[in-house]
């Protein structure tokens, strides 16, 4: 009878609901429910209606379960007005500490659903920590008050324990999550990136860390800021998911993210730390399934055991250490010579490449094919060298072996020990590099140092590979395009390699003196060729096609007071050979230049939709009342609206934040994110006062048939309308 006891008293808790189960068909129902809904609202556009819709939704449902919640709104922002909210739906746990799980209300249909169900679940849950699920507003903008939503809550955010900032920015279904631990200049701790790997780990999602990605963002060498930049501003820890690919909504991907999103808010054995110093130089290794956390302590003291063990390596070898060390003393003065050679030809070489854009008149070339613009800069420098190996004659450098063995070594050294003063994490690339450099040092077979040889370039070369599909067009463009900064380094990594090849030069030698003349004769015109070659392909090459056209922008510019228009046509690479269509005018063009401004033949396009645009005043005692209306059928993507007078302005009141300059002899109203209704702005100056207002309204219009026939482009066009507007005191 016993055995049966605590199996019914189970069964009878869960039917009381003590322990809620929600089973996983109601968790697809309501979450495909949830998604089919959204979806006919997206996307979504700020302050819009449809987004307005959403907002209905989200707060019915959060009444309907009784969830405690607060709605921020952001019309009120000193920096940048904007028409969407914050819903931030908090629950309750039993400590002071916060977990925040941020989901941007522009992201998807399915991230919405899966945050509006975790809320529902998490309101009978109990919870170890407090839960805030914050639906975003507001935070996918192009000005740099962007995102906006994070920054407004911020402002207004008190911490109560030990916060955590989960950032979800899943656009669609997501095939497969990507996690980024890192912001401009800065790292999440290792306590919660390892929270958050575990989590994926354990999880059935597919998932991907990169780790080269990471540390390029806390280098500050990103070229774009991270969503979760201002939580690290206020020196909060945070992390951002963010989708690779898209799926179907099936019942298994359904699941497995809401378990996943859950996993994070409920996880009652998960502490939040409180430490503000945090672990910056942390190192993750993936091994299969296993993870393998490196924090920085253990990191440091296992780059002590392997440069000790190094240091070490002299004093079991004392014969060998003595003969590298007296050629060492006896040709040092050669290394900086070596050192130059290498940097002068690199730098060089990226004037090559830049005589190459120019000719092209196509700056940004190298990042359509950076592989290829690299190989040749090296290529170049390479043919550059060999050539130059006939001086060594002439310098007297060292004949030995030895010397250059021991000269890479030393290289090596001080190019690990020049990293770890940067950031240790970047030695992480170079510690095999050290490893396998040594051991060329060490072992006599001529073939096993030829095996460390081409180990220890492969292993540069698969850094430098990673480095250049990192999402970083700054770190890519310091190699190519720096004639200072990115050749020291490249001449710092690639110096310990060629001394190395000049020392299987010595081993692989021929006696017959002729045959190797002759080798190296080859080598020498083999690069030269292939440098020519190289630089004649890249003239003539073109990264664009009908399958990928050349990108094209086209600026309609509307002056509404005088009815004239003109269009502004710019790439990135010389326009070419092209149509174009104004009215019911049709001009062919020709032309190497990458930008060209068209006259409009006719009333432009953009007037057919221009705004309407009326000011009127209204007298009060010693002051005028002025009401700006700006009406349209769309709202325009920016409206930026300025006050401009030779004398100092004097504004009493207006309804929208402005700035002014030092003399106060321009007004830049702050219009933020456009409302999706007519805008009105009312604004306050003495009766005195005198000035014009200049409006500038800018439109997307894509949308519609392209003016440009006659080449394959991805023509992105927009329309931007100009209107004065002249204030007095008279009537």
Do not use: C
Not at 676 to 682: I, P
């Amino acid at each position: 009878m016993k055995k049966f006891f605590f199996p019914v008293i189970f069964l009878i808790l869960i039917k009381t609901n003590l322990f809620p189960v929600t089973p996983t068909h109601d968790i697809l129902y309501h979450i495909t429910q949830d998604m089919n809904s959204f979806s006919t609202l997206f996307p979504l556009k700020e302050g819009s209606e449809n987004e307005k819709k959403v907002v209905r939704m989200i707060l019915e449902q959060l009444d309907s379960g009784g969830i405690e919640y607060t709605v921020h709104g952001l019309s009120e922002s000193e920096e940048y007005p904007s028409e969407s909210v914050i819903i931030d739906a908090r629950f309750n746990g039993e400590s002071g500490d916060e977990i925040f799980l941020v989901f941007p209300l522009g992201s998807s249909a399915f991230n919405l659903a899966e945050a509006l169900f975790l809320s529902g679940q998490l309101n009978t849950a109990p919870l170890a920590n407090t839960v805030h699920i914050l639906f975003m507003g507001a935070e996918y903008g192009k000005a740099a008050d962007y995102p906006l939503g994070t920054n407004e809550y911020l402002k207004i955010y008190y911490p109560q324990g030990n916060p955590a900032f989960f950032y979800f920015d899943i656009s669609g279904v997501p095939a497969k999550i990507e996690l980024l631990t890192a912001g401009t200049g800065t790292i999440s701790p290792l306590w919660m990136v390892k929270k958050s790997l575990d989590t994926l780990n354990n999880s059935r999602f597919l998932y991907s860390y990169r780790q080269r990605l990471n540390i390029i963002y806390k280098l500050g060498l990103n070229d774009k800021p991270s969503l979760i930049d201002p939580y690290f501003k206020e020196s909060y820890p945070a992390v951002l998911f963010r989708a690779e690919g898209t799926t179907r909504a099936d019942k298994q991907t359904v699941e497995n993210y809401y378990n996943f999103i859950r996993t994070i808010a409920a996880d009652r054995n998960w502490k939040i730390q409180s430490d503000l110093n945090w672990d910056k130089h942390y190192l993750i290794v993936f091994a299969g399934k296993k993870i393998l956390y490196i924090s920085e302590l253990n990191y440091i003291l296992f780059l002590i055991t392997l440069l000790s063990l190094i240091l070490l390596y002299p004093f079991m070898s004392t014969g060998r250490f003595r003969k590298y060390l007296r050629s060492i003393i006896q040709y040092i003065w050669t290394l900086p010579i070596l050192f130059v050679m290498v940097f002068l030809f690199l730098f060089i070489s990226t004037f090559a490449v830049k005589s190459l854009l120019l000719i092209r008149n196509f700056e940004s070339l190298w990042e359509y094919t950076p592989i290829l613009v690299i190989i040749f800069k090296l290529v170049v420098a390479s043919f550059l060298f060999l050539i130059s190996l006939r001086l060594f004659r002439f310098f007297k450098f060292s004949q030995r072996g030895s010397f250059y063995s021991a000269s890479s070594i030393l290289f090596i050294l001080i190019d690990v020990l020049a990293v770890l003063s940067i950031d240790i994490s970047f030695a992480f690339y170079l510690v095999p590099v050290l490893f396998s450099i040594f051991m060329f040092t060490i072992v006599r077979n001529r073939w096993a140092k030829l095996f460390f040889l081409l180990l220890s370039a492969s292993i540069l070369v698969f850094a430098a590979s990673k480095m250049f599909y990192s999402e970083s067009n700054r770190i890519v463009s310091l190699f190519i395009l720096s004639p200072v900064y990115g050749n020291l380094l490249i001449t710092a990594n690639l110096l310990p390699i060629l001394l190395m090849i000049y020392r299987i030069r010595f081993l692989f030698h021929s006696k017959n003196g002729i045959l190797t003349k002759r080798m190296i004769l080859t080598l020498d015109l083999s690069l030269g060729l292939i440098s020519v070659f190289m630089y004649v392909y890249l003239v003539l090459f073109s990264p664009f096609s009908p399958e990928n056209p050349q990108p094209l922008e086209i600026l309609e510019s509307v002056d509404i007071d005088n009815g004239s228009s003109n269009f502004t046509l710019s790439s990135p690479a010389p326009l070419g050979t092209f149509s174009f269509t104004t009215g019911n005018e049709t001009v062919p063009y020709n032309t190497k230049k990458r930008s060209i401004i068209i006259e409009s033949s006719g009333p432009g396009s953009g007037l057919k939709s221009a705004p309407v645009i009326a000011l009127r005043k209204t007298r009060f005692l010693n002051r005028l009342e002025y009401t700006l209306s700006y009406s349209y059928t769309a709202p325009p993507e920016s409206l930026d609206i300025s006050l401009l007078s030779d004398k100092e302005i004097i504004i009493y009141d207006s309804n929208y934040p402005y700035s002014a300059s030092g003399d106060f002899s321009r007004i830049d109203f702050k219009t933020g994110s456009v409302p999706h209704s007519d805008f009105t702005l009312v604004f306050t100056l003495p009766k005195d006062s005198n000035g014009e207002i200049r409006i500038t309204g800018k439109y997307n219009t894509s949308s519609g048939k392209s003016p440009v026939t006659g080449h394959p482009f991805a023509v992105h066009r927009s329309l931007i309308f100009k209107k004065k507007l002249l204030i007095s005191n008279s009537d």
